[in-house]
């Protein structure tokens, strides 16, 4: 054990010299991404995502949907296995985007709504991109295609249900429903309406913080990587093994983070349900942000991350599917300095890269399992 805590010790020592030769020796990039990491926070994740924030932590805290969460109650233990009271969570974990979900979540686990199994579950499907990223962002600014937009949207809200229904019908079955029922908790004093607006701005706030902060990090670690040639090296590797030269130039910004990975669809011309991909895993970034939001849940990392491998692929199907249906309209959409980009599928290779990286990422921490640390 003792020299288990050593290499521990050693390995972040090694890991804050390493950042600080960085910083030191390319203080041109790791400005450049700051800055970057900045506009895009302040250009779309603040504006878009801040109001949502506040808002579903004052739907949560005041009670404001009550009435329509007994009234959908019947339609959410049926199709869920889960209380009436998840219902605004499934909701505005679609409308909010990525952490809108989990911030509903742990306001719920806090007021002792929902047990932590409950909570668990609902974090295997309310991590949905929201239209504002989707449409606005990918669709009519990246793409120049509102429709394709809206067609990448539909097809995440889609693999959510699905593995919502799934991740329920499997309680249901195996778990006797034990977990139906929310956990006995001291009701709390209701506090006035002042206060609930005071403390939901306050929530949104800090979890905007904190996501700027991730954003701005991650942008320029990104910026860092791709300078010294580790992503060249990385996409030379998995072509070397069979993989499409273009999805393995695609696969490392997509893991990282959702904003670059998207670009990268971009950059190489890849096929509209690469975007899905992309958005249904949701990056490295935007799942530090949950695991931080929900510090205070007993939370299954491994099990978080390999939903979202699975909601990433159900995502990438479904567009597949939609595009083949309606295949007139979308065509051709604006991609990569005006190339076309392709709705066809790019190589099973190149799939299969991405299914086995992922995999062996979420194996990597199942020793993680358990309660996050705060």
Not at 85 to 110: D, H, N, Q, R, W
Not at 274 to 286: K, Y
Not at 292 to 298: N, V
Not at 362 to 370: E, F, R, W
Request: overall charge positive.
């Amino acid at each position: 054990m003792k020299v288990l805590s050593y290499l521990k010790k050693a390995a972040l020592v090694s890991a804050v010299a390493g950042i600080v030769a960085v910083l030191t020796l390319m203080p041109a990039d790791c400005a450049g991404g700051v800055k970057k990491g900045l506009e895009y926070s302040c250009r779309i994740i603040i504006p878009s995502l801040f109001p949502y924030m506040a808002l579903s932590s004052f739907i949560i805290r005041s009670g404001a949907m009550d009435d329509i969460s007994e009234l959908l109650s019947p339609v959410t233990k049926a199709l869920f296995n889960l209380p009436g009271c998840c219902t605004p969570c499934i909701l505005l974990s679609m409308a909010g985007g990525f952490p809108v979900g989990a911030k509903c979540t742990a306001v719920l686990y806090e007021k002792g709504k929902i047990s932590s199994s409950q909570a668990q579950r609902l974090m295997c499907f309310c991590v949905c991109p929201g239209p504002a990223f989707l449409i606005t962002g990918v669709g009519a600014v990246m793409l120049g295609n509102t429709a394709a937009g809206a067609v990448i949207y539909l097809a995440q809200v889609i693999s959510c249900f699905i593995v919502g229904i799934a991740a329920g019908l499997f309680a249901r079955l195996f778990r006797k429903g034990k977990e139906i029922e929310a956990p006995s908790a001291e009701k709390a004093p209701q506090k006035s309406l002042v206060s609930n607006i005071v403390l939901s701005v306050s929530d949104g706030a800090y979890s905007i913080i904190g996501m700027t902060a991730m954003i701005v990090i991650f942008t320029m670690a990104e910026t860092v990587i791709r300078s010294s040639g580790i992503y060249d090296m990385a996409a030379q590797l998995l072509i070397s093994v069979g993989a499409d030269g273009r999805f393995a130039s695609f696969l490392m910004p997509a893991f990282m983070e959702v904003t670059g990975g998207c670009q990268a669809v971009i950059d190489n011309s890849l096929p509209l349900w690469c975007f899905s991909l992309c958005t249904g895993f949701g990056g490295l970034c935007v799942h530090m942000q949950i695991f931080d939001i929900l510090g205070k849940l007993p939370f299954r990392r491994g099990q978080f991350m390999l939903f979202r491998l699975i909601s990433a692929i159900l995502s990438a199907a479904m567009t597949y599917i939609i595009c083949m249906v309606f295949r007139p309209a979308l065509m051709v959409f604006a991609a990569g300095g005006g190339a076309e980009g392709q709705i066809s599928s790019v190589s099973i290779a190149g799939s299969i890269a991405l299914t086995v990286m992922s995999a062996l990422f979420v194996l990597s921490m199942h020793k993680a399992d358990g309660k996050l640390k705060t």
